[in-house]
């Protein structure tokens, strides 16, 4: 075969898109700024550097509310992302309160989203639109679209930053659910992220996510979604004035591979009457392993969403929990306290198959 046909008949076969994400890791520096890009104030430094950098080297947008920076809000520093991008592109945010909605665009790609680990609360991105608010067509945005960041894309990253939905959900109110968080791309890793609502504040929606020593408050279903992701030393807080639920899971069969699983996660806030989770889906999948559950969980630990039939297919599991709230003498009998061998699958992140997508 003449080698221009080979050639050709190889880009046919692999594709452009497949040899782009093949081999793709998200590393830590996929979620760190290097120290020569901190002092935003030396921009032209800064332009001329990743000049000098291949294609292959990420390139940093900065964005500053003061005007420092390439863009003084997070929506227009996306934007400036190229459409089909392949390349990572680190969105440094310096602190401040952005009151702005934002969305990455799943033709966007190798985004991250950048504040400092160490003061995650002084980079915010706030808005506060809940379920009952009016589209600009006069249609209710429902709950999907009261998210103040929207991630569509793939292999999205996100450290040190606040993400918030401002709406306090009163309980028995009327549509008031307020997304502050909504993932939808596949293989993102969020780290030291600080996710604040009230009523579904985190849709994780599909794919596969890792979030790592992130703080999430919330009162009712405030994760939800179908994603297959692993919550590591995650703060997981209930404002929940009297009951609540953490984990709304959404699979619906068996052979999806979707779940939430809590790993060495602590529980905390108020309330006294919070579900661990709720059968969202048939299927819902949520387990917790070497949590420590303070004293604000409802007994029976678990809710079938009145839907009975759930009880057989929901796969609820407590492994080696602690903390008051781990007392598994009341519990739904149709939750399950896992052997060893039952919570290994979910305990690290080939939970997420984090071995083709994570080197961390
Ligand atoms: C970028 O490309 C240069 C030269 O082609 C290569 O030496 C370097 O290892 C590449 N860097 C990365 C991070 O792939
Ligand atoms: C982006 O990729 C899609 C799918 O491959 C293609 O249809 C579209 O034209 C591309 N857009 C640009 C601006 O390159
Ligand atoms: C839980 O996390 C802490 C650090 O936050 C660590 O020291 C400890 O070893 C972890 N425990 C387990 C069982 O993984
Ligand atoms: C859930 O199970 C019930 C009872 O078997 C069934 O009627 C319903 O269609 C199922 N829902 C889905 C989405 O499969």
Not at 25 to 54: A, C, M, P
Not at 269 to 287: E, I
Not at 319 to 338: I, L
Request: charged share 25%; proline share 2%.
């Amino acid at each position: 075969m003449d080698f221009r046909i080979m050639v050709a008949f190889f880009l046919l076969i692999y594709g452009h898109n497949h040899v782009k994400s093949f081999g793709r890791y998200i590393t830590w520096d996929d979620i760190k700024i290097r120290e020569d890009y901190k002092d935003y104030t030396k921009i032209t430094e800064r332009l001329v550097s990743f000049q000098n950098h291949g294609i292959n080297q990420s390139r940093v947008i900065v964005v500053d509310q003061n005007g420092g920076g390439d863009s003084t809000t997070l929506q227009a520093a996306v934007d400036m992302v190229p459409v089909n991008n392949s390349v990572r592109v680190k969105i440094y945010v310096l602190p401040g309160i952005y009151r702005e909605k934002v969305t990455v665009p799943a033709s966007k790609p190798y985004v991250s989203f950048i504040g400092d680990p160490n003061h995650a609360s002084e980079t915010v991105i706030s808005w506060n639109d809940k379920a009952s608010d009016r589209y600009k067509d006069g249609t209710e945005l429902g709950t999907y679209r009261t998210a103040s960041v929207a991630i569509e894309s793939d292999y999205f990253c996100a450290s040190g930053i606040t993400i918030e939905n401002t709406v306090v959900a009163v309980a028995g109110g009327y549509k008031m659910q307020a997304v502050a968080l909504r993932i939808a791309g596949n293989k993102a890793v969020l780290y030291r992220v600080r996710i604040l609502g009230t009523q579904d504040t985190l849709l994780d929606e599909t794919g596969s996510h890792y979030f790592y020593r992130c703080y999430i408050q919330g009162s009712v279903d405030f994760i939800f979604g179908n994603s297959r992701s692993l919550y590591k030393e995650c703060s997981l807080h209930s404002v929940a004035d009297k009951y609540g639920a953490i984990a709304a899971h959404h699979r619906n069969s068996e052979e999806e591979e979707t779940g939430f699983s809590f790993v060495n996660c602590s529980v905390t806030g108020s309330g006294v009457a919070l579900f661990l989770g709720r059968a969202w889906g048939n299927y819902s999948r949520a387990v917790y392993s070497y949590c420590d559950i303070d004293n604000i969980i409802d007994p029976s630990g678990w809710s079938d969403w009145n839907q009975p039939w759930r009880q057989r297919t929901a796969v609820f599991g407590e492994y080696e929990c602690t903390g008051k709230g781990a007392d598994r003498k009341k519990r739904v009998p149709w939750s399950k306290s896992f052997h060893f061998e039952e919570a290994v699958p979910f305990l690290d992140t080939d939970f997420i198959g984090g071995e083709d997508w994570l080197r961390l």
